[in-house]
């Protein structure tokens, strides 16, 4: 049963960093690549952008570069999300959420199929 | 970037009820369209891709619909458990972009 386990919630001070992991269970992280989605409090979804977990190649969406990044260590089956000089305007919870390709006669139609429970990460001094 | 518009942002309805949900993007996206839905303090969970592909283990109330530039996702018989944000998302051309949701709320 495929299971995407989130770390805990973050407090962080303005300028400080952190490590958002994300452990999939239940597949190898190497056959799907994984979404990074952001949601500020109160607010809608927002697709920060994916890594290809099969190259380690990352596609940011524009206002998630620079200091957003995302990682993968295959020894444990994890995806990270790291972001640095953080702002208070960072805090929100952010999600992990597999990707895949799922087929309708000849065509193929990108999903995020299953999602972690989510890390709530608050910026504040 | 593809805008996505989700007009209302939110909608009340009765239990029993059929409710349309637009969305719409700011090209065409053929049908390159998905519907996720989220209840409070839980994580997202997809309901139709492809525009009109019912996801495996979703009940047979949901329905999506359209191509192009205009989609609707459809609850036929609304239950008390539908009370949820619906989002759609254009998975076209990067980045993936949200709607901005609609929160169906008991009437």
């Known amino acids: 049963q495929v299971q995407l386990v989130q770390s805990g919630s973050e407090l962080k001070k303005p300028g400080a960093s952190v490590k958002v992991s994300c452990k999939a269970s239940g597949y190898s992280i190497t056959t799907y690549g994984m979404n990074w989605v952001r949601q500020a409090p109160g607010r809608g979804l927002e697709w920060m952008g994916w890594i290809n977990t099969n190259t380690g190649n990352p596609t940011y969406a524009q206002g998630f570069t620079g200091r957003f990044v995302f990682t993968l260590d295959t020894s444990v089956n994890t995806a990270y999300l790291q972001i640095s000089s953080l702002k208070p305007e960072d805090t929100a919870m952010y999600y992990c959420a597999r990707a895949d390709n799922y087929r309708v006669y000849l065509t193929y139609y990108y999903v995020m199929d299953s999602w972690g429970q989510g890390t709530l990460v608050t910026v504040s001094s | 970037d593809i805008q996505m518009t989700q007009s209302p942002s939110s909608l009340s309805a009765s239990v029993g009820d059929r409710v349309t949900i637009p969305c719409r993007a700011s090209?065409?996206?053929?049908?390159?369209l998905n519907w996720y839905q989220q209840k409070p303090r839980k994580a997202p969970n997809l309901l139709i891709y492809?525009?009109?592909s019912l996801e495996s283990g979703v009940p047979s109330r949901f329905s999506g619909s359209g191509s192009g530039t205009d989609f609707i996702l459809t609850i036929s018989s609304l239950q008390p458990e539908d009370f949820a944000t619906y989002y759609c998302q254009q998975t076209d051309s990067y980045p993936h972009t949200f709607g901005q949701g609609t929160k169906l709320e008991m009437k």
């Open positions: 090209q065409s996206i053929s049908k390159n």
């Open positions: 492809g525009a009109s």
